[in-house]
């Protein structure tokens, strides 16, 4: 069985899998973040977290073979294939404030935070996802940068679900950095046995 959907730029979508089946997320134009969660279906509170996996990984990139783990340091995911080996774990979601803080444009944004509640019928104070093709280079001080995407158009990752899981994604919508190369485009999940 296979299924597709496309997240509209600047949107959300929640799409339910089980254990074994794979996610393929793809970058339709190329230089799009896909903010990436997901809640254990028996238990939302047991949620995808980005620290949990730097700690388990001892790393703060991903890698082919790699698992992301959940807040209770079970694993979520399995990295199957990637094309582009630059992920972001290091970001929220955006959200108005982060646009009034930055940008002062805040209002009325369209931002993952929301986007991902709202798929997932939430009302989540923070949400901390894998933030899929984000490129956040990291400096020896300590400092980092936000760089375009190196993903092109058609790039993908390909994560194996290792339990019943519910996936809130959202299409970022910062459109005033490099974060999404300055525009904001879809992309597409395909869902396989
Ligand atoms: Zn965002």
Partial sequence: MKQEYII????????????????????IEGGQVVDFFAE????QNEFLSPGVTIDCNESLRLHV???IYSNLYHAMFQILYD?????????PCCRPEMYH??????KDHPNC???INHSLGEER???????????????EDGTISV????????????LKAEMNLRLGIAACSVSESDCNSGKCTPIKIMIED
């Fill in 8 to 27: 509209n730029a600047c949107s959300g979508k929640c799409i339910d899998v089980i254990a074994g089946q794979k996610i393929t997320v793809i970058d």
């Fill in 40 to 43: 254990n279906s028996a238990n």
């Fill in 65 to 67: 073979g790699n698992y």
């Fill in 83 to 91: 094309e582009v080996g630059e992920h972001d774990l290091l970001h």
């Fill in 101 to 106: 803080f930055f940008y002062h444009n805040g």
């Fill in 113 to 115: 935070l929301e986007n």
């Fill in 125 to 139: 104070p923070m949400i901390h996802p894998i933030n899929l093709f984000m490129y956040s280079k990291i400096y």
């Fill in 147 to 158: 760089k375009r995407p190196l993903s092109k158009a058609g790039s993908k990752i390909v």
